[in-house]
C-alpha cells in the first residue's frame, strides 16, 4: 500500500514540476507500481497475506469471547490470585 501512495505522490510532483521531481525520468517516478505489483505477488505466494488475515480474525474472535465473558461475569482469576494469602 505504501508503494502507491509514494507513486501517486511521485506523479502529482512531477506532473506538477515540483522541485526534484521536475528533472526526474518518468520510468523513475512510474518504478513504484511495478515494485508494489512483485510486492503483492510475492506475499501471495509465501502465504503472509493469508497469514495476517487469519491472526486478525483470531484477535477479533478472541476480542469477541472477551466481551461475551465480562458481560457474563464469567471472567477469569490470574492463577496465582487463589494462592494468595491475605
Do not use: C, H, N
Not at 503483492?40 to 497469514?51: K, L, P, V
Not at 495476517?52 to 474472535?61: C, G, I, L, N
Amino acid at each position: 500500500m505504501w508503494l502507491l501512495i509514494v507513486g501517486l505522490v511521485a506523479i502529482g510532483l512531477k506532473y506538477f514540476e515540483v522541485g526534484f521531481f521536475a528533472g526526474l525520468s518518468w520510468w523513475i517516478v512510474l518504478s513504484p507500481f511495478p515494485a508494489a505489483m512483485v510486492w503483492w505477488a510475492f506475499a501471495d505466494w509465501s502465504g503472509y497475506t493469508a497469514r495476517r488475515a487469519m491472526e486478525r480474525d483470531d484477535a477479533r474472535k478472541q476480542a469477541r469471547i472477551d466481551r461475551q465473558r465480562d458481560a457474563l461475569g464469567l471472567t477469569t482469576r490470574a492463577r496465582g490470585a487463589a494462592r494468595r494469602k491475605p
